[in-house]
């Protein structure tokens, strides 16, 4: 079992930034794909970005192309999402996920390891 632990979220102004993580203990981290998912209030949870095992390839919902980047550290076992230029349409619970399937990285079912999420709430 994968344990994952998202921090970083919090309440922001519209235009402002925040970094969220994802530690794991896991000591093959560099096997595993990451992906970042949301799921705001009355929606059904959407994928918002991911990254390759090796960090070689980076996915993005359009949506947040420009504003948001994603990132892996290895050696820290750790996943990063730099949301930039928030918008009150951010406002969500982020969830990050691990899977070592090698297939669609944008889909919710490739993913076997799931986080508790946290809430970003971005004000007007």
């Known amino acids: 079992q994968v344990r994952l632990v998202e921090s970083g979220g919090g309440v922001v102004q519209a235009g402002g930034s925040l970094r969220l993580s994802c530690a794991t203990s896991e000591r093959f981290f560099n096997n595993y794909a990451m992906g970042w998912f949301r799921q705001a209030p009355g929606k059904e949870r959407e994928f918002i970005g991911a990254?390759?095992?090796?960090?070689?390839?980076?996915y993005l919902k359009d949506s947040v192309k420009g504003r948001f980047t994603v990132s892996r550290d290895d050696a820290k076992s750790t996943v990063n999402l730099q949301m930039n230029d928030l918008k009150p349409e951010d406002t969500a619970v982020y969830y990050c996920a691990a899977t070592w399937r090698a297939n669609n990285w944008l889909l919710e079912s490739t993913y076997i390891y799931w986080g508790q999420g946290t809430q970003v709430t971005v004000s007007s």
């Open positions: 990254i390759t095992w090796n960090g070689a390839s980076t």
